[in-house]
């Protein structure tokens, strides 16, 4: 039976042993809390499918794929470039008001750089967008920018940053198919096990709406620090990203 494509897409770059934990700990919190989730559309099975997708993780086979995957480094190019692209619009975020105060321009405001409907996240697609949206008012500013980004022109970044994005993207694209079977099915249990965490996490709010101490169970805490970890050290590009 082939794999679910957008379940491997999406569990393909998360780090394993990190997600284990997560899983581990998430399905605890579902345990202590089966009935007010049963009533909101989180059954028992629900709970025994998460345990049984952490368990598929910890099979030998699952940490030689992740082992093999580490060594060719095949998961930074993604990382980085998302890394590189929002560290960028932080530094636009944290210059733009003060750009606005002095400049001429009064074609552009604020809200010229607002972000849509779709939240960025860490998705190529959403932030690539992004950018392309804001790069005409960004021109605009250039000149004013440049003394906050190292005399750089942003959009000179700008440009780069989604170069590197759309490298990274068209990577992920044609790698799936391409990649051994039980490398698609390994990445097919990560990407089912954070769907199972997610739609865990959405139940434990609608359960407990209202009550903040009781919905900061329902998280990814242990997950996103796994994440922080395994990201690259240093950019190799030139132009200034913070």
């Known amino acids: 039976m082939p794999v679910n494509e957008r379940l491997a897409k999406k569990g393909m770059d998360e780090p394993r042993a990190g997600l284990v934990e997560q899983g581990k700990a998430s399905a605890e919190v579902a345990t202590r809390n089966a009935d007010p989730l049963a009533a909101n559309n989180w059954q028992a099975e629900k709970t025994a499918q998460l345990r049984a ?40 975020r944290l210059s733009l008001p003060e750009c606005l105060q002095t400049t001429e321009v009064r074609t552009v405001t604020a809200k010229s750089f ?11 697609r959403n932030i690539a ?3 392309v949206d804001i790069r005409v008012p960004l021109a605009a500013l250039d000149a004013d920018l440049a003394p906050y980004f190292n005399s750089v022109l942003p959009t000179t970044i700008l440009d780069t940053r989604k170069v590197e994005l759309d490298v990274a993207n068209a990577i992920r694209q044609v790698a799936i198919g391409e990649l ?20 865990l996490n959405r139940a434990g709010k609608r359960a407990f709406d209202g009550d903040a101490v009781k919905i900061a169970q329902f998280n990814k805490d242990i997950l996103l620090n ?9 950019d190799p590009s030139p132009l200034p990203v913070a």
């Open 129 to 131: 967008k992004y950018l």
């Open 53 to 92: 997708q952490v368990a598929l993780l910890e099979t030998e086979v699952a940490e030689q794929v992740e082992a093999r995957r580490e060594k060719e480094g095949a998961v930074n190019a993604k990382e980085l470039a998302v890394d590189n692209a929002k560290a960028f619009i932080r530094r636009l």
């Open 180 to 199: 051994p079977e039980a490398t698609q099915e390994v990445y097919e249990a990560k990407g089912r096990l954070l769907d199972l965490i997610e739609n």
């Open 226 to 234: 796994a994440r922080k970890k395994r990201k690259p050290a240093t």
């Open 114 to 124: 607002e972000i849509g409907a779709d939240p960025l996240k860490r998705t190529p």
